[in-house]
């Protein structure tokens, strides 16, 4: 995971150092990368320091262990001053302490995984990307089917849901919109929502239900 | 092959001027030209661009010296100072664009560990360079020769 | 949480003092470490789980040792023994010696038995 992600970050030009603890994996991405890796343990002081993790701004623990990216990043905000920690969270049990504890950003691997399969399955229409840390919200995608009610309307004319805010649309072409109630929704287009847990069944149901 | 550049990688470790003698015989044999690299590796808590002052001018005092070594050997020599996280990249990527045709190093006689090591480095030239590499190793220093392995 | 030669000891101790003790290890082979009595009381679990943690009766327990060799793992159990459980008594090893700093500072009640041995050692050397 954390190779891939490097890989993204490094697309979007920001440097990027990675510490893997195996030899033979930090040799595949040398080879592939170049020199912007290290072998070593994350969880380990001096091995940070030679990483240069004083100077980021941003850390992130991707290991599968949780107990090695709390420590990695409990090291990284205490004795290195990084401004924002983001840990994965393999058991999503854990994600209360770690907030707790001061990571500032925690990435359920479950819920990545969840949300991956959701967008592979044409008949799950809603989507969870990610939930809002401190409130009971949540940022969804839901993907309007050919037979709904509102393919064709317009957004001001659909009961959306009170514990709901459309953030933006983006629409079957590509284009992204900004929601207004002049906006014709089509389908295909892909309504990305703030809502709550016990909302979103209710916003599904209006932008998805059938004609 | 006829060689026109010749690249030079120094490193302050004592073996820069034999280096630099050696790349001067081929190149006046071949009518070359020279070029002396030196890097400056920067440790990852500072900035790439990072101003060393210490270090640069440690290196821009090797320089300086090898241009005057050129003088002497009568070839013209090129110095150009680098700043790299790790000095082996830094070399094959610099031979790569000058169009280098061939790279002349010398290193000590190192041990690590009890035993003898090429360092991570000259292995990384050796085995990334895309032109012919010519690696000259120092003579055993004495204490060496004796069998100490605290050299 | 932790049963090897360190857990298991600490573990006796606290027995034979007469306190109630609950021994969690992943490992049932190392429980065998223990006395019969205290093998009753064991669990064989994964003390970085909460889920299992309480089943060790953590709620009610008025310590905590973090024995394991794995210092991750310990801190991470210990914190969680300390900020979801609230116990009053917490104690993690932690060996690493850069680790051991950054938790005490960070207030967390930690043993390294690298610094300690390390420590006896060079005492015996200079004596």
């Known amino acids: 995971m954390g190779y891939h992600l490097a890989k993204a970050l490094l697309k979007s030009e920001h440097e990027v150092f990675i510490i893997e603890r195996s030899s033979l994996k930090s040799e595949t991405i040398r080879e592939e990368l170049g020199s912007l890796v290290i072998v070593g343990d994350g969880c380990e002081e001096a091995v940070l320091k030679e990483a240069g993790t004083s100077r980021a701004d941003v850390f992130i623990a991707a290991t599968g262990a949780d107990e090695d990216n709390l420590v990695a990043c409990q090291i990284a905000k205490h004795r290195f001053q990084v401004p924002r920690t983001i840990s994965i969270i393999n058991n999503p049990n854990n994600e209360k302490l770690f907030v707790e504890l001061g990571i500032d950003v925690c990435v359920s691997s479950t819920d990545i995984i969840l949300s991956h399969i959701e967008e592979e399955l044409p008949a799950h229409s809603l989507i969870h990307f990610m939930a809002i840390r401190g409130s009971n919200r949540e940022v969804v995608g839901i993907r309007i089917p050919p037979d709904a009610a509102v393919v064709g309307r317009v957004l001001g004319d659909v009961p959306i849901p009170e514990d709901s805010l459309i953030s933006f649309i983006l629409k079957k072409d590509g284009t992204l919109m900004v929601p207004d109630s002049e906006a014709v929704l089509g389908s295909g287009d892909e309504v990305v929502a703030i809502t709550t847990a016990d909302g979103e069944e209710a916003l599904r149901e209006a932008l998805t239900g059938a004609a | ?151 | 949480m932790g049963c090897g030669r360190v857990g298991s000891t600490i573990a006796t101790a606290l027995w034979k003092e007469g306190h109630q003790v609950v021994v969690l290890d992943a490992n049932p082979e190392s429980l065998r470490r223990l006395p019969t009595e205290l093998q009753k009381e064991a669990i064989v679990g994964d003390g970085t789980l909460e889920e299992h943690l309480r089943n060790g009766g953590i709620e009610n327990t008025d310590a905590f040792v973090a024995v394991s060799t794995g210092d991750t793992a310990n801190i991470l159990a210990g914190q969680m023994a300390k900020h979801v459980f609230q116990v009053p008594k917490v104690v993690c090893r932690i060996d690493d010696t850069a680790r051991y700093e950054i938790y005490t500072e960070l207030g967390l009640t930690a043993v390294s038995s690298t610094q300690m041995v390390s420590d006896l050692i060079s005492q015996a050397v200079y004596s």
């Open chain 2, 1 to 151: 092959m006829p060689v026109e550049k010749i690249l030079v990688p120094v490193h302050d470790n004592g073996c820069d001027d034999e280096a630099l003698r050696l790349a001067g015989e081929i190149a006046r044999v071949n009518k070359a030209t020279v070029h002396a690299l030196y890097v400056i590796e920067v440790k990852r808590d500072l900035p790439l661009d990072a101003e060393i002052a210490q270090e640069t001018s440690k290196a821009e005092k090797v320089l300086h010296h090898l241009e005057q070594l050129g003088k002497e050997l009568k070839c013209s020599v090129e110095a150009t100072l680098l700043q790299a996280r790790d000095v082996g990249p830094a070399v094959v990527q610099e031979a790569v664009e000058r169009g280098s045709e061939l790279i002349v190093m010398q290193m000590p006689y190192k041990k690590r560990f009890g035993s003898f090591t090429l360092g991570d480095t000259i292995p990384y030239i050796l085995k990334n360079a895309p032109c012919q590499v010519i690696l000259c190793r120092d003579a055993m220093t004495p204490d060496i020769k004796n069998g100490s392995t605290h050299a």
